[in-house]
């Protein structure tokens, strides 16, 4: 799972999130292109972590803070789906908001 052995396993400035970004989008989704339609459909983890690792300080940091201390799964889970997150739950938010170390968090 490339989750957990790419994003959980590293750590990501700003410049690696935009390149591990370009590298899925440009890279691996057009390969699974030749198959589907729409191959970031099978790689919504993958997709919804880079919308995550790309996010600029000031929402990440805002992010961050609803996810920790807001009450209930449901408003925690329209704070992901406003960004466009709709794959990861608010826990794998955290962990993947945490491989950031381009934001003080």
Do not use: W
Not at 12 to 27: L, W
Not at 55 to 63: C, D, E, H, I
């Amino acid at each position: 799972m490339m989750l957990g052995k790419v994003i959980l396993q590293n750590s990501f400035s700003e410049g690696g999130a935009a390149q591990f970004h370009f590298d899925m989008t440009r890279n691996l989704f057009p390969i699974f292109g030749i198959y589907t339609t729409k191959p970031e459909n099978h790689f919504k983890l993958i997709r919804d972590s880079c919308v995550l690792l790309n996010l600029s300080s000031a929402p990440a940091m805002l992010l961050r803070e609803t996810l920790k201390h807001q009450e209930g799964f449901d408003s925690k889970s329209s704070a992901l789906e406003e960004l466009g997150v709709y794959s990861l739950s608010p826990s794998q938010a955290l962990i993947i908001l945490s491989q950031r170390n381009h934001t003080s968090l």
